[in-house]
């Protein structure tokens, strides 16, 4: 049953935060991580291991500081004070992106990416510290039921309005001329995030009660370790994360791969991201629908195949028009991965756990989200892309029967519950 206070303001909190994804989403096109920003970067160095890390900064920034964030987050009456402030802190550098590449004739090409990269490592960090509280406070205004659902909504306007951004953006690289053409996607993106922020700003979120230790008056302290050596299911769900990271390995060089080897343009370029934009708005509420009916684990599954076939496709692929089927496949696996990951994440602990389990479900996948792209850089600058692929390949198959394992004991726990 929801609680009277989640159902008053459901229809509120359901609108803002659905205009939060949609204007995040829209900057994201502008400036994508996977798109966007490799290609600024390529402008300024060959190394395909720094424009593999594009991605990676911003994934494990995310990750990394939200177990970091429990403990604090654990005592808090109300996400939102908290969500606020740190958000600013993911923003606010895409304004600096736009700053360096309006100075990129003035000031040097090794200048301009020290600049990059350190804006980057702000923007992923502002992101990790807002994570926890940002999936927690959602969590608590949205009923659990429904929760993978209107994330899968949430992220599908997202991609929507970013398909449409993703175009705009390769249609102005190629019509405005350098240097004005990446400062103007960047401010285009910096100003959507800003009413992401105006939106998000508008949840109301009841302050909670906080269970006290009655001893010491404060919060009873969380055993992180005796929550890893219990709790099998959440063990398990954390390796499958990990090893994705590395069949998702592949992924941050389709566009580079593109470029480089099937020299397709930047308008073609723009297409491809919009095919991938598409595919998740398409995705995400089916996914996320099937997930709260019928089963989030299985979800996965179907996500760990389209990641092995994706990248398969990838390799063989050469005409520019059929190079979306990887992209699609792409899309339909990142889905799995994020929204429903996300809500498998929200599943584990007590509200007081939530923070903790939210963190470790993160903060320990983060080391595999720094690696497999630091590591699939490495092989594509050594000995080409296509090693890069095959390395996906083989943890995508070490991944896929670890995540069927897990979906056969999902079902088999259902099953005893009922009897």
């Not at 740190?86 to 600096?96: D, S, V």
């Not at 903790?356 to 320990?364: A, D, E, F, K, R």
Request: with cysteine.
């Amino acid at each position: 049953m929801i609680p009277t206070t989640v159902q008053k303001n459901l229809r509120h909190n359901l609108v803002f935060n659905l205009l939060d994804g949609a204007f995040f989403g829209f900057g994201l096109g502008f400036a994508s991580f996977t798109t966007i920003l490799p290609l600024f970067v390529a402008n300024l160095t060959n190394s395909a291991l720094l424009i593999g890390l594009i991605p990676a900064i911003h994934n494990v920034g995310w990750q990394l500081p939200q177990l970091l964030t429990a403990g604090r987050l654990g005592r808090m009456e109300r996400y939102k004070p908290w969500v606020m402030l740190m958000t600013i802190n993911e923003r606010l550098p895409f304004l600096g992106f736009a700053i360096v590449a309006l100075f990129l004739p003035r000031i040097s090409q090794h200048t301009a990416l020290i600049l990059t990269f350190l804006l980057l490592i702000w923007q992923g960090l502002g992101a990790g510290i807002t994570a926890n509280a940002w999936q927690n406070m959602v969590s608590k205004v949205i009923p659990p039921e429904g929760l993978a659902t209107f994330l899968g909504v949430q992220t599908a306007l997202s991609n929507l309005l970013g398909s449409i951004s993703a175009i705009l953006a390769g249609i102005a690289l190629v019509q405005i001329k350098n240097p004005y053409n990446y400062s103007a996607v960047f401010i285009a993106a910096f100003i959507c995030f800003v009413l992401s922020w105006i939106s998000i700003n508008q949840t109301k979120e009841v302050p909670r009660k906080i269970n006290l230790d009655p001893f010491t008056k404060t919060n009873p302290k969380i055993d992180i370790r005796q929550i890893l050596h219990k709790d099998k299911a959440f063990g398990s769900f954390l390796l499958s994360r990990f090893l994705s990271q590395f069949g998702m390995m592949a992924f941050a060089f389709y566009i580079i791969y593109a470029v480089k080897i099937l020299k397709l343009d930047n308008i073609t370029i723009g297409i491809l991201t919009s095919v991938l934009f598409i595919t998740q708005t398409i995705a995400n509420p089916i996914l996320g629908w099937l997930a709260d009916k019928w089963s989030r684990i299985w979800i996965l599954v179907v996500g760990g195949f389209c990641t092995l076939l994706s990248v398969v496709l990838a390799l063989f692929i050469h005409d520019k028009f059929l190079f979306a089927i990887p992209f699609i496949l792409c899309g339909i696996a990142n889905t799995a991965y994020w929204t429903i990951g996300m809500t498998i994440g929200l599943e584990f602990g007590t509200l007081e756990e939530k923070p903790t389990y939210v963190g470790l479900s993160n903060t320990l996948v983060a080391p595999a989200t720094i690696v497999a792209p630091l590591l699939g850089g490495f092989l594509a600058d050594q000995f080409g892309y296509p090693v890069t692929f095959y390395v996906s390949i083989f943890f995508s198959l070490v991944t896929i029967p670890l995540l069927i394992y897990m979906a056969r004991n999902s079902s088999k726990q259902a099953a005893s519950l009922v009897e």
